[in-house]
């Protein structure tokens, strides 16, 4: 068996061990296996996953950012030690909440694009210029600003290469951005997009409860299921294998 096979197998196993049949989205698999085939099939007889897969936390009924954040997103070391860097520099106090979530996208939903995906799941909870700099961040990642000591990540010649060259939609999005009154506040995550972190600081989720109060618009009957234009992001980070 090749390694593919041996963890489709592991995962057929697993699956069937689950009372209900597994079928991910095509974007779950995209690459590994070619969307042009469409999904394996299911087992006879067996019902699909409709709502919470059981291999991850059951989310509470009105589920809270910080539920997201304990219970979805992954370490967030990187958000909650950036966060208390603005805090720290002291930016203000709503672009800090945008530093605390600037990643969430990576953290617990999907990569690329992370800063459009994440600005437009949080657009109907937060102040339109919080969205507006997490969408930002992301292309102005890439640009140098001396004028606030911004250098182009080192991370980041490690990651791409010192060849790469932002796609043509990012060097757009970048010369929009530059010059929008609200340039400076996505320029604040760059600066405060902490990677060289400590690991022995250790920053508690808690530190943000009362930015997260007064700067994120928590609807009353939980994120997911309140009727904004987001809300099935969120539904879909909660039930990731839901299969309608
Ligand atoms: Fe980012
Ligand atoms: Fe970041």
Redesign the pocket.
Same mark, same amino acid.
């Given at each position: 068996m090749t390694m593919l096979e041996r963890a489709e197998a592991a995962e057929q196993k697993m699956s069937d061990e689950l009372d209900r049949a597994v079928v991910k989205s095509a974007i779950y698999t995209s690459g590994e296996r070619d969307p042009r085939l469409g999904a394996p099939p299911r087992t006879p007889g067996k019902k699909v996953m409709m709502g919470h897969d059981p291999r991850l936390p059951r989310m509470p009924e009105k589920p809270t950012l910080m539920d997201f954040f304990t219970l979805r997103f992954g370490p967030a070391n &990187?958000l909650l030690q950036?966060a208390r860097l603005a805090q720290k520099n002291g930016v203000d106090e709503k672009l800090v909440l945008a530093c605390l979530v &600037? #990643?969430v996208a990576i953290a617990g939903f999907i990569r690329g694009d992370h800063g459009y995906w994440a600005a437009q799941m949080f657009a109907p909870y937060v102040d339109e210029e919080v969205s507006w700099a997490i969408r930002y961040h992301q292309a102005l990642r890439f640009f140098a600003d001396d004028s606030v000591g911004y250098q182009y990540p080192k991370l980041y010649l490690e990651l791409f290469g010192d060849d790469y060259v932002p796609d043509p939609y990012i060097q757009r999005d970048y010369q929009m951005a530059r010059n929008h009154k609200w340039y400076m506040s996505a320029r604040q995550i760059c600066v405060n #997009?902490l990677y060289a972190f400590d690991p022995d600081v250790k920053v508690e989720l808690e530190e943000f409860t009362d930015v997260v109060g007064r700067h994120f618009k928590q609807p009353a009957e939980g994120l997911g299921f309140d009727a904004s234009p987001t809300s099935h992001m969120w539904r879909t980070i909660m039930w990731p294998t839901k299969y309608l």
């Open positions: &990187h950036s &600037h #990643d #997009d």
